[in-house]
């Protein structure tokens, strides 16, 4: 059981790169959410799921996509990196209902140059 | 927009202390949650104290809530230098239909052997 996973752990991109942070988990949670985390500011939603094929936005959603095929996967994509997306990224689930914890992964650490 | 605050910042203090930190939100909350985050890892779930509870404990943590002043305190008793983390609270949103959660900024703790 490894609970929820991300990769890569590390990565650098050019101003205006593309790319996905990947998201899985086991637990069968069915909801699902993005975070990004910068010095100072404490954990900010980007987006969240409530199930395959349901998505919304959090708080910063402007120049990331997601999207929910399976209840397992839930990537993040920066469309056109910009250097005020550098952060370390957390992804976290929850089980099915609204109250309980969130259960989060080990985090992604972005840096845009 | 930041719904949760913690104080202090950041606090050290030698093992076998007691620790406590506080937290101030704005929302009406379903529940009041605490986190702790080692450096470079994942946030990891501490404590739930529901609306109606005034008390929580676990081990050697103690929660208290009032939600009059829209507030919340973590006590840590006899720490340990294995305690050195941050910890954040979340409020979840009772006005989200999602219980929605608001981190706080953090509260930096480090213990001395």
């Known amino acids: 059981n490894a609970g929820v996973t991300q990769t890569p752990k590390f990565q650098v991109l050019k101003t205006g790169q593309s790319m996905t942070l990947q998201c899985a988990q086991d637990?069968?949670?069915?909801?699902m959410s993005w975070y990004r985390q910068d010095p100072g500011m404490g954990l900010r939603l980007i987006h969240y799921?409530?199930?395959?094929?349901?998505?919304d936005q959090g708080e910063v959603p402007n120049g990331y996509n997601v999207s929910r095929s399976t209840t397992e996967d839930f990537p993040l994509r920066l469309l056109s990196a910009a250097p005020s997306q550098t952060s370390v990224y957390f992804c976290a689930t929850q089980r099915t209902g609204r109250l309980g914890e969130q259960y989060f992964g080990p985090g992604t650490r972005l840096t845009v140059t | 927009s930041q719904q949760g605050e913690e104080d202090p910042q950041a606090l050290s203090i030698q093992e076998g202390e007691n620790a406590t930190m506080n937290c101030s939100y704005k929302t009406s909350i379903n529940n009041l949650q605490w986190y702790r985050q080692n450096s470079g890892r994942g946030l990891v779930h501490l404590i739930l104290?529901?609306?109606?509870?005034r008390e929580k404990h676990s081990g050697r943590l103690r929660v208290t809530l009032d939600t009059s002043k829209k507030s919340s305190s973590l006590l840590i008793t006899a720490s340990r230098a294995a305690d050195t983390a941050s910890y954040f609270c979340?409020?979840?949103?009772?006005?989200?239909?999602?219980?929605?959660?608001?981190f706080g900024r953090g509260t930096q703790l480090t213990v001395w052997p």
């Open positions: 979340a409020a979840n949103d009772r006005g989200s239909t999602l219980g929605r959660l608001y």
């Open positions: 104290i529901r609306s109606n509870e």
């Open positions: 637990m069968n949670h069915e909801y």
């Open positions: 799921s409530v199930g395959a094929g349901i998505t």
